[in-house]
C-alpha cells in the first residue's frame, strides 16, 4: 500500500527523515517521537500536502487516502448530527464495527456531543470509508479511557481491508494496538522500528 525509500520531507525545508517503511494492507504501523520530531509533517507528506525534498514515496496504483488530523474541525453550532458527518465523508454508517457507543450517536446534533465523541466519530469517519490508506494523527486526544478502549476496538474492527499508520504519543496505546512501532529520533530520522511483543492485535506474531 505505502513505501517509503530514505523519505526527507518538510515545508520551506526539510523536517523529517530520512525514514524508510513499507505498509501493507492489514497493517496498524504505529509513528512515535518526541515533540517537533516530525511526526505530523511525515504524514502529510504521505498525503501530498507536504515537500518531498528527497527518497522516494509509493503508493499502491488507484489507492485512496484517508486522513484524520490532529485537531479535527469542529463546526459552529448546527443542526448537523453524527449520521450526516459520516455521509459527508462518504462513510457507511451500517459498516461493520460501528460500537454501540458509537451507534448512538449517529442522530445527535455534533455541537452537543463531547469532544472525545466527536472525535472518535471522526476517526470512524475516515475507517469505514473507501480509503486503502489511512492516517491517524494522534486520535487518542481528547479521550478518556473507556473512549480509547472504543478506539482500540474500531482499529481492529476495520484493519483488515485497510493499511493504517498512526501518529500517537500515547507509547502504550502503540505497543498495544499497533503491528509495528517506528521510533523517531529529535532530528527526525528513523531512529528504530519494532514489533510489539505482548499485547498484539490477533493475528500478529512479533520478531524472534
Known amino acids: 500500500m505505502l513505501q517509503l525509500e530514505a523519505l526527507v520531507a518538510g515545508w520551506r525545508r526539510p523536517v523529517v527523515g530520512p525514514v524508510s517503511l513499507t505498509l501493507a494492507r492489514g497493517e496498524v ?17 504521505v498525503a501530498g500536502q507536504a515537500r518531498c525534498f528527497d527518497g522516494r514515496l ?40 460501528l460500537p454501540p457507543t458509537l451507534a448512538a450517536l449517529l442522530p445527535q446534533r455534533l455541537d452537543r456531543i463531547s469532544g472525545g465523541q466527536h472525535q472518535l466519530l471522526c ?24 473512549h480509547t478502549t472504543v478506539l482500540a476496538q474500531m482499529l481492529a474492527a476495520r484493519r483488515a481491508h485497510r493499511a493504517v499508520l498512526l501518529v500517537s504519543h ?20 528513523l531512529a528504530a522500528e519494532r514489533r510489539p511483543v505482548t499485547g498484539l492485535i490477533s493475528g500478529d506474531t512479533p520478531w524472534t
Not at 504501523?29 to 507528506?45: F, I, M, P, Q, R
Not at 476517526?123 to 473507556?146: H, K, M, R, S
Open 29 to 45: 504501523v504505529g509513528l512515535w517521537g518526541a515533540n517537533g520530531s516530525g511526526k505530523s509533517t511525515l504524514l502529510a507528506a
Open 58 to 97: 509509493r503508493r499502491a496504483p488507484g489507492v485512496g487516502i484517508a486522513v484524520q488530523p490532529q485537531a479535527p474541525v469542529r463546526l459552529d453550532p448546527l443542526p448537523v448530527t453524527g449520521r450526516e458527518l459520516l455521509a459527508v465523508a462518504g462513510a457507511d454508517p451500517q459498516a461493520p464495527g
Open 123 to 146: 476517526v470512524w469517519a475516515v475507517l469505514a470509508g473507501g480509503a486503502g490508506l489511512v492516517l491517524l494523527d494522534e486520535p487518542t486526544n481528547n479521550l478518556d479511557p473507556t
Open 170 to 189: 500515547e507509547r502504550a496505546f502503540l505497543e498495544a494496538h499497533c503491528s509495528r512501532i517506528l521510533a523517531l529520533d529529535s532530528a527526525g530520522a
